[in-house]
C-alpha cells in the first residue's frame, strides 16, 4: 500500500516566522509532487508543485524535493494569519495517472 | 480558477436512494478525477477517467460507479446509497497526468 505520510499538527509559528512542512512518500517511483491549501469546508487550493530534486520557489512558498531520502517539504516565509490551514501532500503514483494525498497538516499563524 | 463545477453543492438523501453527482470542467482537459474526503482519511480517490468513455477504479470504488459521455461532464453514482458514504466530495481535473491537478468546490453529501 502506497502512503504520503505528514504530521497532522497543529504546527503554531508566530506571525513573521518560517512554518516548515514535512512530508514522506513510500512509492520510489514517483515523480511529481503537490502541495495543496485547504481552508475549513473549501476545496484543495494547489500552491506548489515540484518533479525534480531541489528547491523550487514561488513567492514566499519554497518546495523541496529529497528523491533519495523520498521526502517532500514545504517553507512559507513571512508566515501571516492568513496562512493558517490544512496542507496537503500529494505525490502521483508511478505508471498511473493517479495521486495519494497525505492526510494533512494543519498550520496555525498566531498573530 | 480552473473552471470546474460541481453539482449539486449540498445534499441530503435517504438510505437506499440512488445519487449522482455531477462534475462539468471548461478546461477542456483530458484527465477527471473523483474524491472523497472524510475526516482522519484525507482525500481518497474513487475513480478516474483518462478519457471519454475510459474509466477506472480508485482504492474506495466499491459502491460506486462513473460515466464520462462528453470530455466536460464526469458523472459519479451511488448506485443505493448507505450512510458510510455520508462525505465531502471532490472532483479534479488535470490535463496531462500526472501533472497539476485542480479540484471543483466540492459536494457535501448527506445521507440519513
Known amino acids: 500500500q502506497k502512503e504520503v505520510e505528514q504530521n497532522s499538527g497543529p504546527l503554531s509559528v508566530p506571525e513573521g516566522a518560517i512554518a516548515s512542512l514535512n512530508c514522506t512518500y513510500s512509492?520510489?517511483?514517483?515523480?511529481?509532487f503537490f502541495w495543496y491549501r485547504q481552508y475549513s469546508g473549501k476545496s484543495p487550493e494547489l500552491i506548489m508543485f515540484?518533479?525534480?530534486?531541489g528547491d523550487k520557489e514561488d513567492g514566499r512558498f519554497t518546495a523541496q524535493l529529497n528523491k533519495a531520502s523520498q521526502y517532500v517539504s514545504l517553507l512559507i516565509r513571512d508566515s501571516q494569519p492568513s496562512d493558517s490551514a490544512t496542507y496537503l501532500c500529494a505525490a502521483s503514483l508511478s505508471g498511473t495517472y493517479k495521486y495519494i494525498f497525505g492526510t494533512g497538516t494543519r498550520l496555525k499563524v498566531l498573530a | 480558477d480552473a473552471g470546474i463545477t460541481q453539482s449539486p453543492r449540498h445534499k441530503v438523501t435517504e438510505t437506499g436512494t440512488p445519487v449522482t453527482l455531477r462534475c462539468h470542467q471548461t478546461?477542456?482537459?483530458?484527465?477527471m478525477y473523483w474524491y472523497r474526503q472524510d475526516p482522519g482519511h484525507g482525500l481518497r480517490l474513487i475513480h478516474y477517467s483518462y478519457g471519454v468513455k475510459d474509466t477506472d477504479k480508485g482504492e474506495v470504488s466499491d459502491g460506486y460507479s462513473v460515466s464520462r459521455s462528453k470530455t466536460e461532464d464526469f458523472l459519479l453514482t451511488l448506485e443505493s446509497a448507505t450512510s458510510s458514504q455520508t462525505s465531502v466530495y471532490f472532483c479534479a481535473i488535470s490535463a496531462t497526468g500526472p501533472y497539476e491537478q485542480y479540484f471543483g468546490p466540492g459536494t457535501r453529501l448527506t445521507v440519513t
Open positions: 478546461e477542456n482537459h483530458r484527465y
Open positions: 515540484i518533479y525534480s530534486n
Open positions: 512509492d520510489r517511483g514517483s515523480q511529481s
